[in-house]
């Protein structure tokens, strides 16, 4: 065949970036093959069971047909979670919620909807990877804003902000409690973000997963903040709390009815969410905030190890995260993508190594950057019970002193 005959993938589809959390799973494959035991702090997979009564709901789903749902949610799990989310202190209606299939599906309903393609949605750096890929995915460039390891991930000050938003910017996108920082944002900061919204007329996205997981103060959500009824949109999916990562269940919530009514026809254009998992879902919304507690505690637990152990690799730099479940390091490596991968390749100690997700990845792209963003960082998910996470500590305090670079 004629070169000029042959197919492409577009140019798009090849810009899309490797997860970072993902992207060396090959290694460790070939690790585990080896006979080499592979700690896994890559990826926020909790090991903490599924609630029994989710897992009941699955199994004694009773319909002899598992026929399409509502586009928008079953209208019985969409009332159930309006009273989770009272349950909070987040006054919503069953009417606010559309049901969506992961937390992944909101956020990319939420910018398509916000902003033409061209349009930009300013960010705060590092950053849950896969918004590079969402907003690609959308033709919406991020437009991003860093915090800093020694300030804790909080935000710049007003100035800072300010001068980042352009005549294209369309939406803040926020994550509280963060992923990959597991910064809690105060109720200040998000007054600051919201009084912006309102003078510039701007969108605010907020991913808020994480809202279980709070270790010091409390989790405000961005409807708590009155006043941005028309601005705000939260993103949510039970994938964290109910351990139940797998179910892809999530939801877009929004007082804005126009933002609402976009989502419901764009949920019509994928049919519907999972019907079975919402079933499931609803079991665990009759149970109440108490389940979350001892999830919390065990959580916290690790935290405290996690970051215990840290403290005494020299020359590490990292603040103790008040939320969700990781931490992002400043390691004493100029290279942490080569860093992780010899984790897998070269190193071992008593037959046992460690993953992790090397910084870059959780930075905006950059067409051929001289240095990429993060190159000195890693995402650490402390998902692991507490003799492997004092164990894989171990092992990367050994491998940072034994590390040839």
Known sequence: MEPSLMMRVSARGNRFPDSPIRKLAPLA????????????????????????????????????????????????????????????GIELDESDLV???????????????????????LCFEPFYT????????????????????????????????????????????????????????????LRRLAKMARDLGLFIISDEVYREFVYEGTHTSILHIEGLDDHAILVDSISKRYSACGARIGCLATRNKEVRAAAVRMAQGRLCPPVVEQAAAMAMTKLGPGIFGPMRDEYLRRRDITFEGLQRIPGLVCEKPSGAFYIMAELPIPDCEAFARWLLTDFSHDGETLMVAPGPGFYAQEEAPETPKGLNQVRLAYVLEIPKLKRAMDLLARAVDQYPA
Request: net charge negative; proline share 8%; with cysteine.
């Open 29 to 88: 494959d070939a690790a585990i093959a080896r006979g080499i035991h592979v700690h896994s702090l890559n990826i926020g997979q909790p090991d903490v069971p599924t609630p029994r009564p989710f897992l009941d709901a699955l199994h004694t789903y009773d319909r002899t047909v598992i026929a399409y749902g509502r586009s928008e949610g079953e209208p019985a799990y969409r009332l159930a979670l309006a009273g989770y989310y009272r349950a909070a």
């Open 99 to 121: 049901v969506t299939i992961g937390g992944s599906e909101a956020i990319l309903f939420a910018l398509q909807i916000v902003a033409e393609p061209g349009d930009e949605v």
């Open 130 to 189: 896969n918004y590079n890929t969402f907003a690609m995915m959308s033709g919406v460039t991020l437009r991003p804003l860093r915090t800093e390891a020694a300030s804790g991930f909080h935000l710049p000050d007003d100035p800072a902000i300010l001068a980042a938003i352009t005549p294209r910017t369309k939406a803040i996108l926020i994550c509280s409690p963060n992923n990959p920082t597991g910064t809690v944002l105060k109720e200040s900061e």
